[in-house]
T-cell receptor
Framework: GAVVSQHPSWVICKSGTSVKIECRSL??????MFWYRQFPKQSLMLMAT?????????EQGVEKDKFLINHASLTLSTLTVTSAHPEDSSFYIC??????????????FGPGTRLTVL | KQEVTQIPAALSVPEGENLVLNCSFT??????LQWFRQDPGKGLTSLLL?????REQTSGRLNASLDKSSGRSTLYIAASQPGDSATYLC????????????FGTGTRLKVLA
């Protein structure tokens, strides 16, 4: 099946700094990618849709100026958490829909990035 | 607004038991439904994908069924093993095929040796 990678797998930063997380589709192109957030013992919540060549669309309640998304190419989307605070500490997971050649309409998820803000 | 609920929230069983995990959704107009497992601190592993036109999918000891009209899906795990211990999540894709997944609340499964 298709593979989605994320980098870094974990990051610890000081409050007020910015952190960039990368999401790559390794063996397929993804014009659309999705970013999810998961707090401890909770399920995944969709944050935003990353669109190659255009602006990202954000779900209700997600601050677009705080979570900057850039879909630089057909295989790379980045999420930057700006001026991070402890409440931003979470598990961030990206996904991309598979092409028909791999598996029709299936979502492929990255391994996640654990962000801890001190 | 679509809401996805999973019952039970947690389950602990002895090895070898057959299990049924339940997933219900409030809006039956879904595009597909996917079951995942998540190990502690890890990402998601896709288990089964059921298209809206399908009623079930099978993979090894896993069988997932879908009843769109009643807004329910079940994941059946046969002959459970300690390695099956994980959190199981179901997710539905909105009818428009937006690929925007709404995740369920999860079932934490522990299979005792």
């Amino acid at each position: 099946g298709a593979v989605v990678s994320q980098h870094p797998s974990w990051v610890i930063c000081k409050s007020g700094t910015s952190v960039k997380i990368e999401c790559r589709s390794l063996d397929f192109q993804a014009t659309t990618m999705f970013w999810y957030r998961q707090f401890p013992k909770q399920s995944l919540m969709l944050m935003a849709t990353s669109n190659e060549g255009s602006k990202a669309t954000y779900e209700q309640g997600v601050e677009k100026d705080k979570f900057l998304i850039n879909h630089a190419s057909l295989t790379l989307s980045t999420l930057t958490v700006t001026s991070a605070h402890p409440e931003d500490s979470s598990f961030y997971i990206c996904s991309a829909p598979g092409l028909a050649g791999f598996s029709y309409n299936e979502q492929f998820f990255g391994p996640g990035t654990r962000l801890t803000v001190l | 607004k679509q809401e996805v609920t999973q019952i039970p929230a947690a389950l602990s069983v002895p090895e070898g038991e057959n299990l049924v995990l339940n997933c219900s959704f409030t809006d039956s107009a879904i595009y597909n439904l996917q079951w995942f497992r998540q190990d502690p601190g890890k990402g998601l592993t896709s288990l089964l994908l059921i298209q809206s036109s399908q009623r079930e999918q099978t993979s090894g000891r896993l069988n997932a069924s879908l009843d769109k009209s009643s807004g329910r899906s079940t994941l059946y795990i046969a002959a459970s093993q300690p390695g099956d211990s994980a959190t199981y999540l179901c997710a539905v894709d909105l009818a428009s095929g937006t690929y925007k997944y709404i995740f369920g609340t999860g079932t934490r499964l522990k299979v005792l040796a």
